[in-house]
Protein backbone atom coordinates (compact mmCIF):
# COMPACT_ATOMS: atom_id res chain seq x y z
CA UNK A 1 0.00 0.00 0.00
CA UNK A 2 1.68 3.30 -0.87
CA UNK A 3 0.72 5.36 2.36
CA UNK A 4 0.74 8.50 0.91
CA UNK A 5 -2.16 8.07 -1.64
CA UNK A 6 -3.58 6.84 1.48
CA UNK A 7 -2.95 9.80 3.28
CA UNK A 8 -4.17 11.74 0.56
CA UNK A 9 -6.94 9.75 -0.06
CA UNK A 10 -8.58 10.29 3.45
CA UNK A 11 -6.85 13.67 4.58
CA UNK A 12 -6.17 15.88 1.29
CA UNK A 13 -9.44 17.23 1.55
CA UNK A 14 -9.06 18.79 5.08
CA UNK A 15 -8.02 21.94 5.02
CA UNK A 16 -5.64 22.62 7.95
CA UNK A 17 -2.90 19.71 6.43
CA UNK A 18 -0.29 19.70 4.45
CA UNK A 19 0.88 16.44 2.80
CA UNK A 20 4.13 15.85 2.03
CA UNK A 21 5.56 12.48 0.14
CA UNK A 22 7.98 10.23 1.48
CA UNK A 23 11.43 11.77 -0.12
CA UNK A 24 10.09 15.68 0.54
CA UNK A 25 9.25 13.90 4.32
CA UNK A 26 13.05 12.96 4.45
CA UNK A 27 14.82 15.71 3.63
CA UNK A 28 12.67 18.19 5.63
CA UNK A 29 12.53 16.27 8.51
CA UNK A 30 14.64 12.99 8.67
CA UNK A 31 17.85 14.72 9.45
CA UNK A 32 19.51 14.31 12.83
CA UNK A 33 23.24 15.08 14.28
CA UNK A 34 24.60 11.86 14.67
CA UNK A 35 22.93 9.61 11.61
CA UNK A 36 21.85 8.83 8.42
CA UNK A 37 18.38 11.14 7.28
CA UNK A 38 15.87 9.15 9.11
CA UNK A 39 13.46 6.80 6.88
CA UNK A 40 9.76 8.28 6.81
CA UNK A 41 7.02 7.37 4.62
CA UNK A 42 5.27 10.70 4.28
CA UNK A 43 4.87 13.43 6.71
CA UNK A 44 1.31 15.65 7.69
CA UNK A 45 1.85 19.48 8.89
CA UNK A 46 -1.47 20.20 10.92
CA UNK A 47 -2.75 23.27 11.57
CA UNK A 48 -5.35 22.44 13.50
CA UNK A 49 -5.40 20.22 16.28
CA UNK A 50 -9.03 18.47 15.24
CA UNK A 51 -6.93 16.48 12.67
CA UNK A 52 -4.95 14.93 15.66
CA UNK A 53 -7.57 11.90 16.04
CA UNK A 54 -8.34 11.57 12.32
CA UNK A 55 -4.96 11.00 12.47
CA UNK A 56 -4.27 8.49 14.69
CA UNK A 57 -7.58 6.61 13.30
CA UNK A 58 -6.30 6.50 10.31
CA UNK A 59 -2.80 5.19 11.61
CA UNK A 60 -5.01 1.91 13.76
CA UNK A 61 -6.94 1.17 10.97
CA UNK A 62 -4.03 0.85 7.82
CA UNK A 63 -1.21 -0.09 10.05
CA UNK A 64 0.98 2.84 9.94
CA UNK A 65 3.58 4.45 12.65
CA UNK A 66 2.76 8.29 13.80
CA UNK A 67 5.44 10.23 15.13
CA UNK A 68 4.63 13.55 16.39
CA UNK A 69 7.17 16.19 17.02
CA UNK A 70 6.78 19.85 18.18
CA UNK A 71 9.70 21.58 16.84
CA UNK A 72 11.87 18.43 15.71
CA UNK A 73 14.80 20.24 17.26
CA UNK A 74 16.20 17.68 20.10
CA UNK A 75 19.46 18.24 18.70
CA UNK A 76 22.06 15.25 20.31
CA UNK A 77 18.75 13.17 21.92
CA UNK A 78 17.02 12.48 18.19
CA UNK A 79 12.68 12.42 17.75
CA UNK A 80 12.11 9.33 15.87
CA UNK A 81 12.88 6.13 16.35
CA UNK A 82 12.94 3.46 13.53
CA UNK A 83 10.05 0.46 13.39
CA UNK A 84 10.73 -2.63 14.06
CA UNK A 85 7.72 -4.28 12.25
CA UNK A 86 9.17 -2.15 9.61
CA UNK A 87 5.16 -0.35 8.98
CA UNK A 88 5.71 2.67 6.97
CA UNK A 89 6.21 5.66 9.65
CA UNK A 90 4.47 9.03 9.23
CA UNK A 91 5.78 12.25 10.78
CA UNK A 92 3.00 14.14 12.62
CA UNK A 93 4.47 17.93 12.37
CA UNK A 94 2.54 20.02 14.71
CA UNK A 95 4.61 22.86 14.47
CA UNK A 96 1.77 24.99 12.68
CA UNK A 97 -0.40 24.52 16.08
CA UNK A 98 1.29 28.21 17.63
CA UNK A 99 -1.59 29.07 19.91
CA UNK A 100 -1.02 31.21 22.99
CA UNK A 101 -4.21 31.61 25.60
CA UNK A 102 -3.55 33.95 28.55
CA UNK A 103 -5.24 31.49 31.15
CA UNK A 104 -3.89 34.16 34.27
CA UNK A 105 -1.80 37.17 33.32
CA UNK A 106 -1.76 38.19 37.05
CA UNK A 107 -0.88 34.70 38.24
CA UNK A 108 1.54 33.79 35.53
CA UNK A 109 -0.39 30.90 33.83
CA UNK A 110 -0.11 30.55 30.11
CA UNK A 111 -1.65 27.89 28.02
CA UNK A 112 0.31 27.37 24.83
CA UNK A 113 -0.23 24.58 21.77
CA UNK A 114 2.80 22.14 20.36
CA UNK A 115 4.24 24.52 17.77
CA UNK A 116 4.92 27.98 20.32
CA UNK A 117 8.29 28.61 20.30
CA UNK A 118 10.90 30.30 22.78
CA UNK A 119 11.05 33.43 20.46
CA UNK A 120 7.00 33.06 19.94
CA UNK A 121 6.21 33.26 23.45
CA UNK A 122 8.84 36.32 24.54
CA UNK A 123 7.27 38.28 21.52
CA UNK A 124 3.79 37.31 22.88
CA UNK A 125 4.57 38.46 26.98
CA UNK A 126 6.35 41.47 25.68
CA UNK A 127 3.72 42.86 23.51
CA UNK A 128 1.26 41.97 26.05
CA UNK A 129 3.53 43.55 29.11
CA UNK A 130 3.48 40.02 30.95
CA UNK A 131 5.94 40.77 33.81
CA UNK A 132 7.18 36.85 33.35
CA UNK A 133 9.95 34.94 31.88
CA UNK A 134 9.95 32.37 29.37
CA UNK A 135 11.67 28.94 30.27
CA UNK A 136 14.72 29.17 27.48
CA UNK A 137 17.13 26.63 26.63
CA UNK A 138 20.12 26.81 25.18
CA UNK A 139 18.37 25.49 22.35
CA UNK A 140 17.28 28.49 21.17
CA UNK A 141 14.57 30.74 20.02
CA UNK A 142 13.14 28.93 17.67
CA UNK A 143 12.67 25.50 19.99
CA UNK A 144 9.25 24.61 21.17
CA UNK A 145 8.12 25.13 25.07
CA UNK A 146 5.85 22.39 25.05
CA UNK A 147 7.97 19.72 24.09
CA UNK A 148 11.13 20.90 25.64
CA UNK A 149 9.12 20.17 29.27
CA UNK A 150 7.80 16.88 27.01
CA UNK A 151 11.30 15.64 27.41
CA UNK A 152 11.82 16.88 31.03
CA UNK A 153 13.86 19.48 29.82
CA UNK A 154 15.47 22.52 31.94
CA UNK A 155 16.99 25.33 31.65
CA UNK A 156 18.31 28.24 33.96
CA UNK A 157 15.51 30.69 34.35
CA UNK A 158 14.10 30.19 38.07
CA UNK A 159 11.89 27.57 36.79
CA UNK A 160 14.46 25.02 35.76
CA UNK A 161 12.64 21.76 35.74
CA UNK A 162 10.51 22.74 32.49
CA UNK A 163 7.95 19.66 33.36
CA UNK A 164 7.59 20.58 37.10
CA UNK A 165 6.26 23.84 36.02
CA UNK A 166 3.60 22.33 33.74
CA UNK A 167 0.37 22.21 36.02
CA UNK A 168 -1.92 20.60 33.33
CA UNK A 169 -2.13 19.30 29.71
CA UNK A 170 -4.57 18.10 27.17
CA UNK A 171 -3.79 14.95 24.98
CA UNK A 172 -5.10 12.72 22.54
CA UNK A 173 -4.60 8.94 23.28
CA UNK A 174 -3.68 6.47 20.70
CA UNK A 175 -6.50 3.77 21.03
CA UNK A 176 -8.76 3.46 18.70
CA UNK A 177 -11.76 3.92 20.80
CA UNK A 178 -10.25 6.63 23.11
CA UNK A 179 -8.41 8.84 19.76
CA UNK A 180 -11.67 10.58 19.21
CA UNK A 181 -11.81 12.48 22.21
CA UNK A 182 -8.69 14.88 23.79
CA UNK A 183 -8.03 13.54 27.12
CA UNK A 184 -8.09 16.18 30.32
CA UNK A 185 -8.00 15.47 33.78
CA UNK A 186 -10.61 14.88 36.39
CA UNK A 187 -10.65 18.06 37.39
CA UNK A 188 -11.26 19.28 34.18
CA UNK A 189 -14.08 17.21 33.43
CA UNK A 190 -15.58 18.01 37.06
CA UNK A 191 -15.35 21.20 36.20
CA UNK A 192 -18.93 22.77 34.76
CA UNK A 193 -17.23 26.57 34.34
CA UNK A 194 -15.81 27.56 30.38
CA UNK A 195 -12.58 28.24 31.49
CA UNK A 196 -10.97 24.79 33.08
CA UNK A 197 -8.85 27.21 35.53
CA UNK A 198 -8.88 24.51 38.44
CA UNK A 199 -7.32 22.29 36.45
CA UNK A 200 -4.94 24.98 34.92
CA UNK A 201 -3.65 26.05 38.37
CA UNK A 202 -3.24 22.73 40.08
CA UNK A 203 -0.48 20.46 38.68
CA UNK A 204 -1.87 17.06 40.04
CA UNK A 205 -5.62 16.75 39.49
CA UNK A 206 -7.84 14.26 41.31
CA UNK A 207 -6.92 10.49 41.14
CA UNK A 208 -4.25 8.59 39.26
CA UNK A 209 -1.68 11.12 38.33
CA UNK A 210 -1.51 10.58 34.63
CA UNK A 211 0.20 13.99 32.99
CA UNK A 212 3.46 12.48 33.81
CA UNK A 213 2.83 9.48 31.10
CA UNK A 214 2.59 11.79 27.91
CA UNK A 215 6.72 12.73 29.29
CA UNK A 216 9.80 10.69 27.73
CA UNK A 217 7.36 8.27 26.05
CA UNK A 218 5.04 7.02 23.54
CA UNK A 219 1.68 6.94 25.35
CA UNK A 220 -0.42 10.60 24.18
CA UNK A 221 0.24 13.13 21.35
CA UNK A 222 -0.09 16.28 23.58
CA UNK A 223 -1.64 19.43 21.84
CA UNK A 224 -1.60 21.88 24.79
CA UNK A 225 0.28 22.71 27.68
CA UNK A 226 -0.29 24.79 30.83
CA UNK A 227 2.93 26.24 32.43
CA UNK A 228 3.02 28.25 35.48
CA UNK A 229 5.43 31.17 34.39
CA UNK A 230 8.19 33.06 37.11
CA UNK A 231 8.30 36.30 37.61
CA UNK A 232 10.78 38.76 36.17
CA UNK A 233 12.45 40.12 39.56
CA UNK A 234 12.56 43.30 40.81
CA UNK A 235 16.51 43.14 40.69
CA UNK A 236 18.78 40.18 39.25
CA UNK A 237 22.59 40.37 39.30
CA UNK A 238 24.46 37.37 37.54
CA UNK A 239 27.80 36.02 39.23
CA UNK A 240 30.88 34.74 37.54
CA UNK A 241 33.53 33.22 39.61
CA UNK A 242 36.62 31.96 37.94
CA UNK A 243 38.76 29.28 39.27
CA UNK A 244 42.55 29.35 38.40
CA UNK A 245 43.50 26.79 40.51
CA UNK A 246 42.53 23.40 39.24
CA UNK A 247 43.04 21.98 43.18
CA UNK A 248 39.93 23.99 43.64
CA UNK A 249 37.95 21.99 42.17
CA UNK A 250 36.21 20.03 45.44
CA UNK A 251 36.14 22.99 47.20
CA UNK A 252 33.74 24.75 44.32
CA UNK A 253 31.68 22.10 44.85
CA UNK A 254 30.99 22.45 48.48
CA UNK A 255 30.58 25.98 47.81
CA UNK A 256 27.91 25.56 45.08
CA UNK A 257 26.20 23.16 47.25
CA UNK A 258 25.82 25.42 50.62
CA UNK A 259 24.73 28.16 48.81
CA UNK A 260 22.19 26.78 47.19
CA UNK A 261 21.09 25.11 50.36
CA UNK A 262 21.51 28.92 52.33
CA UNK A 263 20.00 30.91 49.62
CA UNK A 264 17.56 28.61 48.42
CA UNK A 265 14.68 30.55 46.21
CA UNK A 266 16.90 33.43 45.73
CA UNK A 267 19.88 31.75 43.68
CA UNK A 268 18.59 29.92 39.90
CA UNK A 269 20.54 26.59 38.99
CA UNK A 270 24.26 27.05 38.93
CA UNK A 271 26.18 26.20 36.22
CA UNK A 272 30.07 24.63 36.71
CA UNK A 273 32.36 24.88 33.59
CA UNK A 274 35.83 23.26 32.83
CA UNK A 275 38.84 25.03 31.20
CA UNK A 276 38.12 23.38 27.76
CA UNK A 277 34.40 24.23 27.09
CA UNK A 278 35.35 27.64 27.83
CA UNK A 279 38.06 27.39 25.69
CA UNK A 280 35.55 26.07 22.88
CA UNK A 281 32.85 28.85 23.88
CA UNK A 282 35.51 31.73 22.72
CA UNK A 283 38.55 30.23 20.48
CA UNK A 284 37.91 28.80 16.86
CA UNK A 285 39.39 25.19 16.78
CA UNK A 286 43.31 24.66 15.83
CA UNK A 287 42.54 21.72 14.64
CA UNK A 288 40.14 21.90 11.59
CA UNK A 289 43.11 21.13 9.21
CA UNK A 290 43.57 17.79 10.54
CA UNK A 291 42.17 14.32 9.05
CA UNK A 292 40.55 13.11 11.56
CA UNK A 293 40.51 15.87 13.61
CA UNK A 294 41.87 14.94 17.17
CA UNK A 295 40.93 16.29 20.24
CA UNK A 296 42.60 20.02 21.62
CA UNK A 297 46.20 18.82 23.50
CA UNK A 298 46.71 19.84 26.94
CA UNK A 299 49.00 22.06 25.78
CA UNK A 300 46.43 23.15 23.58
CA UNK A 301 44.29 23.74 25.75
CA UNK A 302 46.48 25.57 28.48
CA UNK A 303 47.88 28.32 25.63
CA UNK A 304 44.31 28.86 24.27
CA UNK A 305 43.09 29.71 27.75
CA UNK A 306 45.91 31.54 28.80
CA UNK A 307 45.43 33.89 25.82
CA UNK A 308 41.84 34.50 26.55
CA UNK A 309 42.79 34.67 30.63
CA UNK A 310 40.15 31.61 31.09
CA UNK A 311 40.51 29.67 34.48
CA UNK A 312 40.75 25.63 35.23
CA UNK A 313 36.85 26.31 36.05
CA UNK A 314 33.77 28.59 35.93
CA UNK A 315 31.58 29.18 38.05
CA UNK A 316 27.88 30.81 36.59
CA UNK A 317 24.96 31.44 38.55
CA UNK A 318 22.29 33.98 38.74
CA UNK A 319 20.36 36.09 41.62
CA UNK A 320 16.72 36.91 41.75
CA UNK A 321 14.90 39.05 44.05
CA UNK A 322 14.47 42.41 45.58
CA UNK A 323 17.18 44.88 45.51
CA UNK A 324 18.10 44.17 49.28
CA UNK A 325 17.98 40.64 49.08
CA UNK A 326 20.36 40.43 45.92
CA UNK A 327 22.66 42.53 47.78
CA UNK A 328 23.01 40.54 50.41
CA UNK A 329 23.04 37.44 48.43
CA UNK A 330 26.29 39.32 46.58
CA UNK A 331 27.46 39.46 49.91
CA UNK A 332 27.06 36.21 50.72
CA UNK A 333 28.70 35.23 47.75
CA UNK A 334 31.97 37.35 47.71
CA UNK A 335 32.64 36.36 51.74
CA UNK A 336 32.09 32.38 50.78
CA UNK A 337 34.09 32.42 47.49
CA UNK A 338 36.19 34.47 48.10
CA UNK A 339 38.65 31.70 48.75
CA UNK A 340 37.90 30.30 45.50
CA UNK A 341 38.70 32.73 43.11
CA UNK A 342 37.84 35.86 40.99
CA UNK A 343 34.30 36.70 41.82
CA UNK A 344 32.32 39.20 39.41
CA UNK A 345 28.84 40.46 38.79
CA UNK A 346 26.88 41.19 36.06
CA UNK A 347 25.90 44.64 37.62
CA UNK A 348 29.31 45.27 39.02
CA UNK A 349 30.89 48.90 38.21
CA UNK A 350 33.88 47.32 36.19
CA UNK A 351 31.39 45.80 34.09
CA UNK A 352 29.52 48.44 33.79
CA UNK A 353 32.75 50.23 32.68
CA UNK A 354 33.59 47.67 30.48
CA UNK A 355 30.28 47.95 28.51
CA UNK A 356 31.13 51.57 27.85
CA UNK A 357 34.75 50.52 27.36
CA UNK A 358 33.92 48.03 24.09
CA UNK A 359 31.46 50.49 22.32
CA UNK A 360 35.27 52.51 21.22
CA UNK A 361 35.96 51.94 17.69
CA UNK A 362 39.41 49.96 18.82
CA UNK A 363 38.15 46.84 16.73
CA UNK A 364 41.37 47.08 14.71
CA UNK A 365 42.76 45.92 18.14
CA UNK A 366 42.45 41.85 18.46
CA UNK A 367 42.92 42.00 22.17
CA UNK A 368 40.38 44.55 22.45
CA UNK A 369 38.04 42.19 20.01
CA UNK A 370 38.61 39.66 22.25
CA UNK A 371 37.22 41.20 25.29
CA UNK A 372 34.22 42.90 23.26
CA UNK A 373 33.21 38.96 22.22
CA UNK A 374 33.72 37.72 25.32
CA UNK A 375 31.64 40.80 27.17
CA UNK A 376 28.62 40.47 24.08
CA UNK A 377 28.72 36.19 25.16
CA UNK A 378 28.27 37.44 28.87
CA UNK A 379 25.54 39.77 27.86
CA UNK A 380 23.86 36.44 26.18
CA UNK A 381 24.14 34.65 28.78
CA UNK A 382 22.39 36.76 30.96
CA UNK A 383 19.46 37.62 28.59
CA UNK A 384 19.03 33.24 28.95
CA UNK A 385 18.69 34.17 32.61
CA UNK A 386 16.30 36.66 32.43
CA UNK A 387 14.48 34.58 29.95
CA UNK A 388 14.76 36.08 26.87
CA UNK A 389 16.16 33.27 23.94
CA UNK A 390 19.41 33.44 22.04
CA UNK A 391 21.33 31.35 19.68
CA UNK A 392 24.17 31.65 22.82
CA UNK A 393 25.12 28.37 23.06
CA UNK A 394 23.97 27.39 20.19
CA UNK A 395 27.51 27.18 18.34
CA UNK A 396 28.92 24.15 20.84
CA UNK A 397 27.85 21.54 17.84
CA UNK A 398 29.87 23.19 14.81
CA UNK A 399 32.96 22.54 17.16
CA UNK A 400 34.42 20.02 14.41
CA UNK A 401 31.96 21.21 11.57
CA UNK A 402 34.64 21.92 8.40
CA UNK A 403 32.38 23.31 6.10
CA UNK A 404 30.13 25.24 8.10
CA UNK A 405 30.57 28.17 10.62
CA UNK A 406 28.22 29.15 13.21
CA UNK A 407 26.84 32.72 12.03
CA UNK A 408 24.90 33.52 14.95
CA UNK A 409 23.31 36.56 13.06
CA UNK A 410 21.49 33.67 11.30
CA UNK A 411 18.57 31.02 12.11
CA UNK A 412 21.53 28.31 13.50
CA UNK A 413 20.13 23.78 12.34
CA UNK A 414 22.97 21.95 13.74
CA UNK A 415 21.31 19.15 11.67
CA UNK A 416 20.69 20.44 8.80
CA UNK A 417 24.34 21.94 8.45
CA UNK A 418 25.51 18.65 9.26
CA UNK A 419 26.89 18.79 12.69
CA UNK A 420 27.97 15.55 14.79
CA UNK A 421 26.74 15.56 18.01
CA UNK A 422 25.28 13.35 21.08
CA UNK A 423 24.59 14.02 24.29
CA UNK A 424 25.75 11.93 27.40
CA UNK A 425 23.38 13.46 30.63
CA UNK A 426 24.13 11.74 33.61
CA UNK A 427 22.40 12.80 36.88
CA UNK A 428 25.68 12.70 39.66
CA UNK A 429 25.08 12.88 43.52
CA UNK A 430 26.48 16.16 44.49
CA UNK A 431 29.45 15.09 46.02
CA UNK A 432 32.92 16.71 45.86
CA UNK A 433 35.00 13.28 45.46
CA UNK A 434 32.52 11.48 43.39
CA UNK A 435 32.33 14.83 40.74
CA UNK A 436 36.15 14.64 40.87
CA UNK A 437 35.92 10.80 39.89
CA UNK A 438 33.41 11.74 37.07
CA UNK A 439 35.59 14.71 35.47
CA UNK A 440 38.51 12.06 35.77
CA UNK A 441 36.11 9.13 34.14
CA UNK A 442 35.10 11.53 31.54
CA UNK A 443 38.45 13.21 30.51
CA UNK A 444 39.91 9.87 30.17
CA UNK A 445 37.24 7.92 28.48
CA UNK A 446 36.54 10.75 25.75
CA UNK A 447 40.45 11.27 24.68
CA UNK A 448 40.96 7.43 24.35
CA UNK A 449 37.91 8.19 21.48
CA UNK A 450 39.66 11.07 20.25
CA UNK A 451 37.11 13.08 21.73
CA UNK A 452 36.83 16.70 23.47
CA UNK A 453 36.20 16.32 26.96
CA UNK A 454 33.90 19.48 26.97
CA UNK A 455 32.51 19.03 30.95
CA UNK A 456 29.22 21.18 32.13
CA UNK A 457 27.66 21.05 35.31
CA UNK A 458 23.91 22.03 36.16
CA UNK A 459 22.82 21.96 39.02
CA UNK A 460 19.19 21.45 39.59
CA UNK A 461 19.05 21.19 43.35
CA UNK A 462 22.06 21.32 46.42
CA UNK A 463 21.69 17.12 46.66
CA UNK A 464 21.48 16.46 42.67
CA UNK A 465 24.25 17.98 39.86
CA UNK A 466 23.63 17.50 36.29
CA UNK A 467 26.04 16.81 33.70
CA UNK A 468 25.50 17.92 30.11
CA UNK A 469 28.52 16.59 27.81
CA UNK A 470 28.15 17.35 24.32
CA UNK A 471 30.29 14.25 22.21
CA UNK A 472 31.20 16.51 19.00
CA UNK A 473 32.35 14.87 16.37
CA UNK A 474 32.76 15.20 12.19
CA UNK A 475 29.45 14.01 10.91
CA UNK A 476 30.88 13.31 7.19
CA UNK A 477 32.96 10.57 8.62
CA UNK A 478 30.92 7.20 8.95
CA UNK A 479 34.29 5.86 11.36
CA UNK A 480 34.47 9.24 13.67
CA UNK A 481 30.11 8.96 13.83
CA UNK A 482 30.63 5.03 14.84
CA UNK A 483 33.39 6.20 17.26
CA UNK A 484 31.18 8.59 18.44
CA UNK A 485 28.57 6.24 19.33
CA UNK A 486 30.93 3.45 20.85
CA UNK A 487 32.24 6.35 23.11
CA UNK A 488 28.81 7.27 24.71
CA UNK A 489 27.91 3.19 24.71
CA UNK A 490 31.37 3.35 27.04
CA UNK A 491 30.47 6.36 29.13
CA UNK A 492 26.71 4.93 29.72
CA UNK A 493 27.55 1.44 30.70
CA UNK A 494 30.92 2.05 32.65
CA UNK A 495 29.09 5.50 33.95
CA UNK A 496 26.44 3.40 35.45
CA UNK A 497 28.57 0.62 37.35
CA UNK A 498 29.86 4.09 39.52
CA UNK A 499 26.12 5.31 39.71
CA UNK A 500 26.14 7.97 37.22
CA UNK A 501 22.87 7.83 35.81
CA UNK A 502 21.69 9.21 32.68
CA UNK A 503 18.14 11.52 33.15
CA UNK A 504 17.17 11.18 29.27
CA UNK A 505 18.83 9.44 26.36
CA UNK A 506 19.17 9.74 22.88
CA UNK A 507 17.21 7.45 20.88
CA UNK A 508 20.15 4.89 19.23
CA UNK A 509 20.18 4.36 23.10
CA UNK A 510 17.05 3.95 24.22
CA UNK A 511 17.01 1.10 22.73
CA UNK A 512 19.67 -0.32 24.31
CA UNK A 513 17.50 0.00 27.70
CA UNK A 514 17.57 -3.50 29.66
CA UNK A 515 13.76 -4.25 28.98
CA UNK A 516 13.72 -6.59 32.01
CA UNK A 517 13.04 -5.29 35.09
CA UNK A 518 9.67 -4.20 36.60
CA UNK A 519 9.71 -0.91 35.74
CA UNK A 520 9.84 -1.71 31.91
CA UNK A 521 7.52 -4.54 32.30
CA UNK A 522 5.00 -2.26 33.81
CA UNK A 523 5.44 0.14 31.37
CA UNK A 524 4.84 -2.37 28.72
CA UNK A 525 1.24 -3.50 30.20
CA UNK A 526 0.21 0.57 30.21
CA UNK A 527 1.34 1.02 26.46
CA UNK A 528 -0.11 -2.72 25.34
CA UNK A 529 -3.53 -0.77 26.95
CA UNK A 530 -3.10 2.64 25.34
CA UNK A 531 -1.82 1.81 22.28
CA UNK A 532 -2.80 -2.07 21.34
CA UNK A 533 -1.89 -1.50 17.70
CA UNK A 534 1.45 0.12 18.55
CA UNK A 535 1.10 2.98 16.17
CA UNK A 536 2.44 5.76 18.29
CA UNK A 537 6.41 6.15 18.28
CA UNK A 538 7.21 2.76 18.98
CA UNK A 539 10.52 2.16 20.52
CA UNK A 540 10.69 5.43 22.03
CA UNK A 541 11.43 4.94 25.67
CA UNK A 542 9.29 1.89 25.81
CA UNK A 543 9.62 -2.07 26.21
CA UNK A 544 9.84 -3.23 23.19
CA UNK A 545 12.02 -6.32 22.57
CA UNK A 546 15.43 -5.96 21.12
C1 LIG B 1 23.66 23.64 21.78
C2 LIG B 1 22.46 22.96 22.35
C3 LIG B 1 21.98 23.35 23.57
C4 LIG B 1 20.87 22.70 24.13
N1 LIG B 1 20.43 23.13 25.33
C5 LIG B 1 19.41 22.50 25.93
C6 LIG B 1 18.96 22.93 27.21
O1 LIG B 1 19.46 23.91 27.77
N2 LIG B 1 17.96 22.23 27.79
C7 LIG B 1 17.36 21.16 27.16
O2 LIG B 1 16.44 20.57 27.74
N3 LIG B 1 17.75 20.75 25.95
C8 LIG B 1 18.76 21.38 25.31
N4 LIG B 1 19.17 20.95 24.07
C9 LIG B 1 18.59 19.73 23.49
C10 LIG B 1 17.36 19.89 22.52
O3 LIG B 1 17.76 20.54 21.35
C11 LIG B 1 16.18 20.61 23.18
O4 LIG B 1 15.77 19.93 24.33
C12 LIG B 1 14.97 20.79 22.25
O5 LIG B 1 14.09 21.71 22.85
C13 LIG B 1 14.19 19.48 22.02
O6 LIG B 1 13.68 19.48 20.76
P1 LIG B 1 12.21 19.96 20.37
O7 LIG B 1 11.70 20.81 21.46
O8 LIG B 1 12.28 20.52 19.01
O9 LIG B 1 11.40 18.62 20.44
P2 LIG B 1 10.83 17.70 19.29
O10 LIG B 1 11.97 17.20 18.45
O11 LIG B 1 9.71 18.35 18.59
O12 LIG B 1 10.30 16.54 20.21
C14 LIG B 1 11.09 15.89 21.14
C15 LIG B 1 10.44 14.55 21.48
O13 LIG B 1 9.16 14.75 22.07
C16 LIG B 1 8.13 14.12 21.31
N5 LIG B 1 7.05 15.09 21.10
C17 LIG B 1 7.18 16.32 20.59
N6 LIG B 1 6.00 16.95 20.60
C18 LIG B 1 5.11 16.10 21.14
C19 LIG B 1 3.72 16.18 21.43
N7 LIG B 1 3.03 17.29 21.19
N8 LIG B 1 3.13 15.10 21.99
C20 LIG B 1 3.83 13.98 22.28
N9 LIG B 1 5.14 13.85 22.01
C21 LIG B 1 5.77 14.89 21.45
C22 LIG B 1 8.74 13.77 19.97
O14 LIG B 1 8.18 12.60 19.46
C23 LIG B 1 10.22 13.66 20.28
O15 LIG B 1 10.53 12.34 20.61
C24 LIG B 1 20.25 21.60 23.45
C25 LIG B 1 20.73 21.24 22.19
C26 LIG B 1 21.82 21.91 21.64
C27 LIG B 1 22.32 21.50 20.30
Given at each position: ????????????????????????????Y?G?????N????G?I?????K?????????????F????????????????????????I???D???????????????L??I?????Q????DY??????????????????????SN???????????????????????????????K????????????????????????????????????????????????????P???????????????????????????E??????????????R???????Q?P??????????????????????R??????????????????????????????????????????????????????????F????????????G?????????????????????????D?????????????L???????????S??????????????????????????????C???????????????????????????????????????????????????????????????????????L??G???????
Amino acid sequence: MDIYLALEEHLGEHPDTQLLPASQAESTYGGTTFSDNQTLAGAIKVTDRKVIPAVLSLANQLNFVVHPVSSNKNWGYGSITPDRAHRPIVLLDLSGLCHIEASSKELGLITIEPGVTQQMLYDYLKKNNWCHMVPVTGAGPTCSILSNALERGYGITPHTDHFYACTALKAYLPHPDLCKHQYASAISSLDKTETDFIDKTFKWGLGPYVDGLFTQSNLGIVSEMTIRLAKKPNAFSAFYIQVFDGEKFEESVEFIRTLLESQAGLVGSINLMDKRRLVSMTCQNPNMQQSPIAPLTDEQVNSLAKSKRLPEWMIVGSIYGDQPVVNYVKKYIKRQAGGLGKVLFSDSPLLKFARCFARLPLDFIPAFRDIKAQLASLEEGVEIMLGKPNQVALPLPYWRNSTKKPDKSITLHPANDQCGLLWYAPLIAMNPSTLSTFVEFVRRTMLAFDLDPFITFTNLKHDCIDSTVPLVFEKGDPVQVEKAHACLRQLIDEGCKQGFVPYRLPVSEQARLDKDTPFWKSVDVIKRAIDPNNILSPGKYDASPK
